[in-house]
């Protein structure tokens, strides 16, 4: 009974080890997901930006300059 227990013991500490191992690999994966989610909107957030800041460049060379002054 006693080499039985030894064998099971063994079993969960290495099942635990896989475990964690999973674990790691989830989380690095994970996280590199994230990473590149996050690159991604940011370049969008930059392309956004820099067209609505020629847009605005635009309205403003249409505007005549008398209403620029006010």
């Known amino acids: 009974q006693q ?4 064998i099971t013991q063994q079993q969960i500490i290495l099942l635990q080890q896989q ?3 999973e674990i790691v690999l989830l989380q690095q994966q994970h996280a590199q997901q994230q ?3 996050i690159a ?3 370049q ?3 392309q956004q930006l820099a ?3 020629q ?3 635009q309205a403003e ?3 005549p300059n008398q209403q620029q002054e006010h």
């Open 44 to 46: 969008q957030h930059a």
């Open 3 to 6: 080499s039985q227990q030894q």
């Open 55 to 57: 847009q605005l460049n």
């Open 19 to 21: 475990q964690a191992q």
């Open 61 to 63: 060379e249409l505007v």
């Open 35 to 37: 990473a590149q989610e």
């Open 40 to 42: 991604l909107l940011q």
């Open 51 to 53: 067209s609505l800041q």
